[in-house]
């Protein structure tokens, strides 16, 4: 056999090693990436899209994943980002830095913002349908960035750095996102969902 035959083989055999190692980690994880990508979209169908297209790019850029990171964690950067830059291309996800000076109403630069760190306090996700659906029902009338930092934090468990850099921007902003997030999600279960607070699901 010649020399670039064998290469050939070599190269052929090293694709269907690859393809079929990605395919495992698609059957293995598919579930899990839906369930994000529901809770980011809010729909099955914007979900369903959204799945596809990170895998896609996932394999596309399946070379530069690093086996010593858990799949899930490098595959959810690509699905939020995926997220992020379709709600800036449609214009419904404003961006505000808190690290940086703000400008006041004349266009003069002011103080930066300094968010303190609201620690990890958990959502207690729990087993039960009611609350389950509650806190899906409650987490889409979150602001899209909101929505997404909560997740990531409270669902995925990822630390602040970590989604800092999954959103692109800083740690400071991550703090002041998760922080207005989990307000505005206790108060609007509270108003419409008193009865998880009273018999201890939420607090």
Known sequence: MEAGMVYTAAAKSMEDEIQREFDELVRRYYRQAYNLAYRLTGNAADAEDLVQDAFLRA????????????????????????????????????????????????????????????????????????????????????????????????????????????????IGTVRSRIHRGRKQLRDYLLKRYPELFERGDLK
């Open 59 to 170: 394999y596309r850029f399946f070379d530069r994943y690093d086996r010593s990171m858990p799949f899930m964690n490098w595959f959810s950067r690509i699905m939020v980002n995926l997220y992020i830059d379709e709600y800036r291309r449609r214009g419904r996800l404003k961006t505000i830095s808190l690290d940086e000076p703000q400008q006041t109403e004349e266009g003069e630069e002011g103080t930066t913002l300094d968010i303190p760190d609201p620690g990890p306090t958990s959502l207690e996700i729990a087993l039960d349908k009611v609350y389950v659906d509650a806190i899906h029902e409650g987490l889409q009338h979150l602001p899209p960035d909101f929505r997404t930092a909560v997740l990531l934090a409270d669902i995925q468990g990822h630390s602040y750095e970590e989604i800092a850099e999954m959103m692109g921007t800083s």
